[in-house]
């Protein structure tokens, strides 16, 4: 059982400042390299290439990195990480004015790109499985919560930062900013004190064996497996009224970009109310209750989305919308930080996050060429009806009941 320190309040909210400083920085430089890619050569190929790159490494190192953050210190890991991610950016800094070549330039940032994404599946693991080290079970829906919401604010923010600094200086400069946001975010969780992680009772002798105990853990555990069933569902299905709401605005109310600005604030204003809300309310005291009602919400949501004809109404239910998504998010977190072991928890979560790197490009793969072929509405609607089966399948289904443990 771990033991939680009596200032665990101040420990965890300068944790997830901290996180949050280093997540401003990286999604700062992650929005400069997009737009200057976009704005420099007008290429598809090129965009796509970067999507990859920013994804593809993510996706096949994060169940890796969840072995390493139930073998070895997660602070540590997760310093390193940031170290690493930190390091290829200033070194790319240095030798960015000697690439005036522009293929020569896009080749080195999508080298950097790789490593990045790299370093971030190796930390976001750790990261998930630190908070219950810091926070006490019956809190651990009301922290997550508030760590959705400031992310949600960093989220919104580093955007707005990004073009303001490359309107007024470069990309250049950006790479310096993810440096010190870097230093400054590790400096801070270096001085904190992390109470020990559960230690796995019987070593495996290599990797390949911690990866199949996560893999039949993750599986064969009727809550631990139904979740991320459920998880990899919800991701999958939330592509075309979250991922696509640009697309549809610009068909439907118009390609101006107050419009798609309107849309990206409200989304991020509601994710960030949801976390709030989470923060403060903390849920029913059956986690499974309220993910299935998040759920059920959002899944009803996205059919509104796709039947709104009037730009006022569309842009409430994308307000309610990002709500429910943290809702849901939060409530997938906890329910696997209350019920899976301690020490498989690093697996677990790298699995989450592979899963969330694999399933977000296989439905833009997937509902971006039927959106040609068909009305998008359709698609939204049609993937509305699909969440609402996941509800209705959380609330019925005895297995996750019997085992899941409430609030």
């Not at 300068?14 to 430089?29: A, D, E, K, R």
């Not at 949600?152 to 950006?174: C, D, E, K, Q």
């Not at 559960?198 to 064996?209: F, G, I, N, R, V």
């Not at 459920?230 to 991922?243: D, K, S, W």
């Amino acid at each position: 059982m771990l033991q939680i320190t009596p200032n665990w309040q101040r420990r965890t909210l300068l944790f997830l400042i901290s996180q949050c400083i280093t997540l401003f920085g990286s999604t700062l430089v992650q929005m400069a390299i997009v737009w200057y890619v976009t704005l420099q050569t007008a290429s598809g190929l090129w965009l796509a290439a970067f999507s990859v790159c920013s994804y593809l490494p993510q996706f096949l190192i994060s169940f890796i990195g969840g072995v390493w953050a139930d073998r070895y210190n997660r602070k540590r890991l997760i310093i390193l990480s940031d170290c690493l991610i930190a390091a290829v950016t200033l070194l790319m800094y240095l030798i960015m004015p000697y690439l005036t070549n522009q293929p020569l330039l896009l080749g080195a940032l999508l080298v950097m790109s790789v490593i990045r994404s790299l370093g971030a599946g190796v930390q976001t693991p750790a990261v998930n499985a630190v908070l219950p080290q810091l926070v006490p079970a019956g809190q651990l829906m009301r922290y997550n919560g508030l760590n959705a919401a400031m992310q949600s604010v960093v989220n919104f923010a580093a955007p707005a930062a990004a073009g303001a600094v490359l309107s007024i200086s470069s990309l250049h400069t950006t790479l310096l900013i993810d440096v010190l946001t870097a230093a400054l975010g590790i400096g801070l969780f270096s001085c904190l004190l992390i109470p020990s992680q559960a230690k796995q009772t019987a070593e495996p002798t290599d990797l390949w064996s911690d990866l199949k105990i996560g893999l039949s853990y993750s599986f064969k555990e009727p809550l631990i497996g139904r979740l991320l069933m459920i998880y990899g569902l919800f991701v999958l299905l939330c592509v075309p009224a979250g991922f696509m709401a640009g697309l549809l605005v610009s068909r439907i109310f118009g390609s101006d970009y107050w419009y798609l600005t309107a849309v990206e604030l409200v989304g991020f204003a509601g994710m960030t109310l949801g976390g709030l809300l989470m923060s403060i309310w903390g849920g029913f005291s059956s986690r499974l209750r309220t993910l299935a009602s998040s759920l059920a919400c959002f899944g009803l949501l996205a059919i509104g989305l796709g039947m709104s004809a009037n730009f006022q109404l569309y842009l409430l239910l994308m307000l309610l919308f990002g709500i429910a998504l943290t809702c849901v998010q939060t409530a997938v977190t906890t329910l696997i930080q209350e019920n899976a072991l301690a020490n498989i928890q690093g697996r677990i979560f790298g699995l989450m996050s592979s899963m969330y790197a694999g399933f977000l490009p296989l439905g833009m793969a997937v509902f971006g060429p039927l959106a040609d072929i068909m009305p998008l509405q359709w698609l939204m609607v049609a993937s509305g009806l699909g969440l609402l089966g996941c509800a209705l399948f959380v609330r019925r289904s005895k297995q996750m009941h019997r085992t899941a443990h409430s609030g």
